[in-house]
């Protein structure tokens, strides 16, 4: 979720620097704080209608509750429960908190998860592909590291192509901007990824360390990926003070990739405001929604005065009940928009359900500051479900 590409993003670009303040997290977690949002695509000026050649990185730096303008909270890994359960299976990194024992030995079975089990040493540092992830929604990998004992994995230096989003003068900044020759040896940088010998194209992705692992940096690249079944998949990976690139070549080849729904006439509405669902991909190890809506956001009596509702969220929930997952749930501090473009991903269900019911829902937020009325360690916050717009969905196996 958040704001259209396709909407004016200088003016975000200009909103966000009142935004940006200096960080005090620990070093060990600043990468995936500011590398949350980096993605690739074309950055187009209102005043002209020429699009630029290539694609062109974008860092946003933000403190960790100012994304967009927006929160990001991550759904989580496979407890440590479940990870010692599957300890035999070395691809729980790239999964989603809950995934079965089951879903992962068929996402093994159908190419979707491998262990390419490959390094490569220069000057002392080894870096080695753990595992690989690719079920046509998501493409996700884990490099690990050895030779070096840094805090943190992914490189905190900023490179000489990267757009600073913020203000350039701030410490923050400045404290990030190091010469090649006095930067410290070991960090990984950004990998740049082919496929079939050409750049990835992708909506969203995130790079940084991966927290449940010493020594190990993790790439996800979701939204947007059209991918064929089978390909050969390039990673370039450049180490700190190591002159030679680090090159993986990993033959990947998925066999049923998920159940792709695509309803026809799936639209609901009360009359105002209406959404439908443009696709449902159900893979092993993961479930996708997209749909657009549009129209005013319903809000409930407790949702007026000095309260309002937020934009609409969708829970999806399986014939058997059970509530899936979203890989991240947005705060968006903000009055909602009219439109909207969802494409989320939520965890799996267990085989191929029956159906799944699409429950939309609002929090209730205070118009003063935005905070969300309920929201704790374990609530997102007090839903009001609008039970008129709830859609079931049938799947054909």
Not at 14 to 21: F, G
Not at 150 to 162: H, I, M, Q, R, W
């Amino acid at each position: 979720m958040g704001q259209s590409p396709k909407q004016t993003e200088f003016a975000e670009m200009n909103a966000l620097e009142d935004m940006i303040r200096e960080s005090s997290l620990p070093k060990n977690s600043l990468s995936y704080q500011i590398m949350n949002r980096i993605g690739e695509r074309e950055m187009t000026r209102a005043s002209s209608k020429r699009k630029p050649s290539g694609l062109k990185r974008t860092i946003l730096v933000a403190s960790a509750a100012a994304v967009l303008g927006g929160t990001v909270i991550g759904s989580g890994f496979v407890s440590p429960v479940m990870a010692a359960n599957l300890k035999q299976i070395p691809v729980i990194g790239v999964l989603f908190k809950g995934t079965s024992e089951e879903a992962v030995h068929t996402a093994i079975k159908q190419g979707i998860l491998s262990e390419p089990n490959l390094s490569v040493t220069h000057d002392g540092v080894t870096l080695k592909i753990a595992n690989l992830l690719y079920d046509g929604t998501r493409l996700s990998f884990v490099l690990e590291r050895e030779g070096v004992d840094l805090p943190s994995t992914a490189s905190p230096y900023l490179g000489e192509n990267e757009t600073i989003i913020g203000n350039p003068d701030s410490e923050f900044i400045k404290s990030r901007k190091v010469a090649k020759e006095d930067q410290v040896k070991g960090y990984i940088e950004r990998p740049r990824i082919l496929v079939d010998g050409r750049d990835v194209e992708f909506g969203e992705g995130g790079f940084g360390d991966y927290p449940p692992q010493d020594n190990a940096y993790m790439v996800e690249l979701t939204k947007d990926l059209k991918l064929p079944d089978q390909f050969e998949l390039t990673i370039q990976a450049n180490v700190t003070q190591v002159n030679e690139t680090f090159e993986f070549k990993v033959p990947v080849n998925v066999a049923n990739k998920s159940v792709v729904v695509k309803p026809n006439d799936a639209t609901k509405s009360d009359g105002q405001f209406s959404y439908s669902v443009k696709r449902l991909d159900i893979s092993p190890v993961s479930t996708r929604l997209v749909l657009d809506s549009q129209g005013p956001v319903p809000a409930s009596p407790e949702q007026s005065g000095d309260y309002s509702a937020s934009m609409v969220y969708y829970e999806l929930v399986d014939d058997q009940g059970n509530v899936l997952t979203p890989r991240k749930f947005d705060y968006f501090n903000s009055k909602p928009k009219t439109e909207y473009h969802i494409d989320q991903l939520f965890s799996p269900v267990n085989g191929t359900p029956k159906s799944i019911t699409i429950k939309p829902f609002t929090l209730t937020v205070n118009n003063k500051d935005w905070s969300v009325v309920g929201h704790g360690k374990n609530s997102q916050g007090d839903k009001t479900y609008l039970k008129e717009l709830e859609m079931t969905i049938p799947i054909k196996p």
